[in-house]
């Protein structure tokens, strides 16, 4: 007995030493990963982008009238780039003014700080270049790599960011501190062998240069890929679906939206348009979280971008989903 009882002792300490050192192993690695510091290039875009000449011939305004125009027209892109395609409200609220990515406790508390003017917003002092960083890399104004998943915005153009940036500053200032992220074991864990990736260092390259403007919006590949930047980030770069990167364990897997037999072989317009806007597959199932969530933003694309990133799934090459 009293040797079953020490037999067992010793291994439950040995447990304890082994469970207390994987702990201590990922909260130094971990720490480690995410006070490293990122360079990028440093750039420079107008707030709002003044209109064309095109744009202020058609509109015939000139000085001060031209410049309220050009705002009032950045504010609407804006709205519609946030409300229809890129998702920011999903993490950073309604009103922007602070919301949840991830509050599971083995993982972590990831909440969306506040971006709006008001008290506790991280963004008063923002230069352009801290909006590219932070949006398009990944990277905190300090350099540090950032929680959020910022490879789904690589994409986004200077005129794009320039219309959020506008219609953001154009909003109710909110009064919200939002507390830094933080992990839990497993988030650390998950950070320190790489299950949980960092978008700066998913992103290839934080020296390249961006669009200035995005394609013209019509029905053609060019602008559909445009769009379907913000799939890629669960679908995969060549949208063939599987296992999430970094996404909620309780996540079914993206599916294959390739033309590939796995994904939209046999859809029409019609089925892509009825997934997204409603959330039904072809054959009447329902489709499952995440990509519900996408649902409120599909409603509110234009037919152009709904026929445009139509054109471009046809487009990509059939890939089989991964294992
Ligand atoms: C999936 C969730 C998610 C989405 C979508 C998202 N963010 Fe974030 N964002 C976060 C999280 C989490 C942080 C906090 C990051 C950190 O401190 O590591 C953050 C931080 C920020 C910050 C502040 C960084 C700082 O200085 O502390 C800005 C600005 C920002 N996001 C802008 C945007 C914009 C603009 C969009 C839409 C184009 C967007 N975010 C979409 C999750 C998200
Ligand atoms: C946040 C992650 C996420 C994003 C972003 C996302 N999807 Fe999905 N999508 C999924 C998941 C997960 C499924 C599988 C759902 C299921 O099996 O019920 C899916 C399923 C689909 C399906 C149904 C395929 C089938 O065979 O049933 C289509 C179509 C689709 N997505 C298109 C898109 C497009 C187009 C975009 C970009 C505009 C997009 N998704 C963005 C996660 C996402």
Same mark, same amino acid.
């Given at each position: 007995?009293?040797?079953?009882?020490?037999?067992?002792?010793?291994? @439950?300490?040995?447990?304890?030493?082994?469970?207390?050192?994987?702990?201590?192993?990922?909260?130094?690695?971990?720490?480690?990963?995410?006070?490293?510091?990122? #360079?990028?290039?440093?750039?420079?875009?107008?707030?709002?982008?003044?209109?064309?000449? #095109?744009?202020?011939?058609?509109?015939?305004?000139?000085?001060?009238?031209?410049?309220?125009?050009?705002?009032?027209?950045?504010?609407?892109?804006?709205?519609?780039?946030?409300?229809?395609?890129?998702?920011?409200?999903?993490?950073?609220?309604?009103?922007?003014?602070?919301?949840?990515?991830?509050?599971?406790?083995?993982?972590?508390?990831?909440?969306?700080?506040?971006?709006?003017?008001?008290?506790?917003?991280?963004?008063?002092?923002?230069?352009?270049?801290?909006?590219?960083?932070?949006?398009?890399?990944?990277?905190?104004?300090?350099?540090?790599?950032?929680?959020?998943?910022? #490879? !789904?915005?690589?994409?986004?153009?200077?005129?794009?960011?320039?219309?959020?940036?506008?219609?953001?500053?154009?909003?109710?200032?909110?009064?919200?501190?939002?507390?830094?992220?933080?992990?839990?074991?497993?988030?650390?864990?998950?950070?320190?062998?790489?299950?949980?990736? @960092?978008?700066?260092?998913?992103?290839?390259?934080?020296?390249?240069?961006?669009?200035?403007?995005?394609?013209?919006?019509?029905?053609?590949?060019?602008?559909?890929?445009?769009?379907?930047?913000?799939?890629?980030?669960?679908?995969?770069?060549?949208?063939?679906?599987?296992?999430?990167?970094?996404? !909620?364990?309780?996540?079914?897997?993206?599916?294959?939206?390739?033309?590939?037999?796995?994904?939209?072989?046999?859809?029409?317009?019609?089925?892509?348009?009825?997934?997204?806007?409603?959330?039904?597959?072809?054959?009447?199932? !329902?489709?499952?979280?995440?990509?519900?969530?996408?649902?409120?933003?599909?409603?509110?694309?234009?037919?152009? #971008?709904?026929?445009?990133?139509?054109?471009?799934?046809?487009?990509?090459?059939?890939?089989?989903?991964?294992?």
């Amino acid at each position: 007995m009293k040797v079953a009882l020490k037999a067992f002792s010793v291994v @439950l300490g040995v447990l304890l030493l082994v469970v207390g050192g994987v702990y201590a192993w990922a909260h130094v690695a971990s720490g480690r990963i995410l006070s490293r510091t990122f #360079e990028a290039h440093e750039i420079d875009f107008p707030i709002p982008f003044p209109l064309t000449e #095109e744009e202020a011939a058609q509109a015939s305004v000139t000085g001060a009238d031209a410049a309220r125009l050009a705002l009032e027209r950045a504010r609407e892109r804006g709205s519609h780039l946030v409300e229809a395609r890129y998702a920011c409200t999903e993490c950073h609220g309604a009103n922007f003014g602070g919301g949840v990515m991830i509050d599971a406790a083995p993982i972590g508390r990831l909440l969306g700080p506040n971006i709006t003017t008001g008290r506790g917003s991280r963004t008063l002092d923002y230069s352009p270049s801290d909006w590219d960083r932070i949006v398009r890399h990944g990277i905190l104004p300090d350099g540090t790599p950032a929680t959020m998943p910022s #490879e !789904d915005f690589q994409l986004m153009s200077d005129r794009e960011l320039s219309d959020i940036v506008a219609y953001l500053r154009s909003l109710p200032p909110v009064d919200n501190e939002v507390p830094e992220p933080s992990f839990g074991p497993m988030g650390k864990f998950l950070i320190a062998t790489g299950e949980l990736p @960092l978008s700066a260092d998913v992103i290839g390259s934080h020296d390249s240069t961006h669009r200035r403007m995005a394609p013209v919006a019509r029905v053609d590949v060019e602008f559909g890929q445009h769009l379907a930047g913000i799939c890629t980030g669960c679908h995969g770069q060549n949208l063939a679906g599987g296992t999430i990167p970094g996404g !909620d364990p309780s996540w079914v897997p993206a599916r294959n939206i390739t033309p590939h037999a796995d994904g939209l072989a046999g859809w029409t317009y019609e089925d892509l348009r009825r997934a997204m806007t409603e959330g039904v597959r072809p054959d009447g199932t !329902d489709l499952k979280v995440p990509m519900t969530l996408m649902q409120p933003y599909a409603q509110r694309m234009t037919d152009i #971008e709904m026929q445009a990133l139509w054109a471009y799934l046809q487009s990509v090459p059939a890939a089989a989903t991964p294992e």
